[in-house]
């Protein structure tokens, strides 16, 4: 909190979105990214021809799990695949594959990773 000038004598910081980019304080702690810096965040961004490709940049030293699931009401998250940390800040790009005609898949990228 004291590195992007938050008061630390009060947790509501954690829910507020002080860049205002959709992200909380807290999430953007999870996620490295920087909590001030609207351009900073966690952004997974899918696009599609035949089979998906999921592509975003993951922060050094986090590990992520890409999840899926095929409706965002009653289905539960299944994970695609578990990208390891490594060392320096790098974009991530997965082929993720076809869904069979007529499913429709959400995807997410979740951190830390899920079992």
Known sequence: ???????????ADALLDFDGD???NHDEYVA???PTDALSLLKLTVTATNAP???????SNIAYTIQYRT????????????????????TVQVNAPNPPPAWQWFYRVATPPVP
């Open 71 to 90: 409706n965002l009401t009653f289905a539960t998250w299944s994970n695609l695949m578990l990208i390891g940390g490594q060392s320096q800040v790098r």
């Open 32 to 34: 490295r990214t920087n």
């Open 22 to 24: 959709g992200m909380s």
């Open 53 to 59: 490709t999921l592509q975003f940049v993951a922060q």
């Open 1 to 11: 909190e004291a590195q992007y000038g938050f008061n630390t004598n009060n947790a």
